[in-house]
């Protein structure tokens, strides 16, 4: 199981990868769950949600992304009972 936030780079790369393998993976999202950033993932989460997986937020939908919310969407800073999730 991979649970990491949905950027670019190494957090795509090992939810791609973590699908691929056949697992179950979960995307922390910096924003509201209406909105997939960066856009360009917007397929990606959808695979997550149809093999299994889940995309959790700890924001209400329609809250922008905005820089301040990087490091509090980091899985290890706050607890999930916190989160709302979309599975």
Same mark, same amino acid.
């Given at each position: ?5 949905? #950027? ?12 691929? #393998?056949?697992?179950?993976?979960? #995307? ?31 924001? #209400? ?27």
């Amino acid at each position: 199981m991979i649970v990491s936030g949905l #950027a670019l780079g190494v957090d795509g790369i090992a939810h791609q990868a973590c699908l691929q #393998a056949g697992g179950t993976t979960v #995307a922390v999202l910096a924003n509201g769950l209406d909105h997939i950033y960066p856009a360009s993932h917007t397929q990606l989460g959808k695979r997550i949600l149809e093999q299994g997986g889940t995309i959790l937020s700890e924001y #209400a939908a329609g809250t922008p992304r905005f820089q301040g919310q990087l490091h509090r969407s980091q899985p290890h800073r706050g607890g999930p009972e916190r989160r709302v999730a979309h599975h």
